[in-house]
């Protein structure tokens, strides 16, 4: 799931749930875009020229060595989804299945 801005659901909302974000030790500007089904996190790093989205696995439900930044304070390991968004969202829409009818709004 996606996260919306200025929602009147705060589970849904980005900036509601970045509340947690200074957790995230490796990203000097993280912020959380999503979420899956485990209550793990989408994340993309602000302060550089990363264009990556990473999964954050706060809850701890990974156990091997892929990831690509290891937690520091038990917060959970990061792994990288995608090198882009547009790779990310594409990714998304190319596993959702034809039957669902979905429209995009754009801002």
């Known amino acids: 799931m996606l996260f919306g801005i200025s929602t009147n659901e705060e589970p849904y909302d980005i ?3 970045n509340y947690i974000r200074d957790e995230i030790e490796y990203f ?4 959380i875009i999503g979420s899956n089904s485990s209550n793990n996190y989408y994340v993309i790093n ?3 020229n990363d264009e990556s989205v990473y999964c954050w696995d706060r809850t701890h439900i ?7 930044y290891a937690e ?3 917060e959970g390991k990061i ?3 995608s090198d882009t968004f547009d ?3 594409d990714a998304i829409f190319n596993n959702i299945g034809e039957e669902k ?5 754009k801002l």
Do not use: S, T
């Open 15 to 17: 900036e509601a749930e």
């Open 101 to 105: 009818d979905i429209q995009i709004v």
């Open 87 to 89: 790779e990310f969202f």
């Open 28 to 31: 000097d500007n993280p912020l």
């Open 72 to 74: 520091v304070d038990e």
């Open 62 to 68: 990974h156990y091997d060595d892929n990831y690509d």
């Open 46 to 48: 602000c302060d550089n």
């Open 79 to 81: 792994y990288k989804f």
